[in-house]
């Protein structure tokens, strides 16, 4: 039996052996992308605690059959810092680093609607959402989202291709 199955078990069971495995398993990436979110160690220890909490009373909802475990609790993870950062950062800009060359949207004919890109990333194909969260929110190779969704490269590659497709159909983007 391997631990994600047996965590499965205890989360199903309510024992509390499930967190400390949890934790002792996945503390460590789990806060890594908090404090990617949030740039800010005590947030990001704050959106771990929330995380775990989540997941010890979300537990009935895990289906095997639809992700894999650390999968789902990095999903949950992800959107528990997220919304911290939302809460707390309401009247801060997000700061992102453009490069040398400065954007400006206007001479691209995009309004603010096109700039929601999460909100419009739920209207892609699971699959291929799933490639594209992996490089552009979470910073993985292609090669790392092969290994963590198990499938070979040149299908992330297609899959990513085929999101970026999808995206652009939705922002109206000339291919």
């Known amino acids: 039996m391997g ?3 047996r965590i499965v078990g205890l989360l199903k ?3 509390e052996k ?3 495995l949890l934790y002792d398993n996945y503390s460590e990436v789990l806060y890594g992308v908090c404090f990617q979110i949030l740039k800010d160690s005590s947030a990001a220890e704050d959106a771990l605690q929330e995380s775990f909490i989540k997941i010890w009373k979300n537990s009935h909802t895990y289906d095997q059959k639809k992700a894999k475990l650390f999968t789902w609790i990095l999903r949950i993870t992800r959107n528990t810092a997220i919304d911290l950062y939302r809460k707390t950062n309401k009247t801060k800009p997000l700061e992102v680093q453009i490069g040398i060359n400065t954007v400006n949207i206007r ?3 995009f309004d603010s609607d096109h700039l929601d ?3 419009h990333m739920d209207q892609l194909a699971l699959k291929n959402k799933a490639v594209l969260e992996a490089i552009f929110f979470f910073g993985m190779t292609q090669r790392e989202v092969a290994e963590f ?15 970026l497709k999808e995206l652009g159909t939705i922002y109206h983007f000339k291919q």
């Open 13 to 15: 069971a309510k024992d």
């Open 18 to 20: 499930a967190l400390s």
């Open 107 to 109: 001479d691209q004919g």
């Open 3 to 5: 631990i994600d199955t």
């Open 149 to 163: 969704l198990n499938i070979p490269l040149g299908t992330v590659k297609s899959r990513l291709r085929i999101g």
């Open 117 to 119: 890109v999460q909100n």
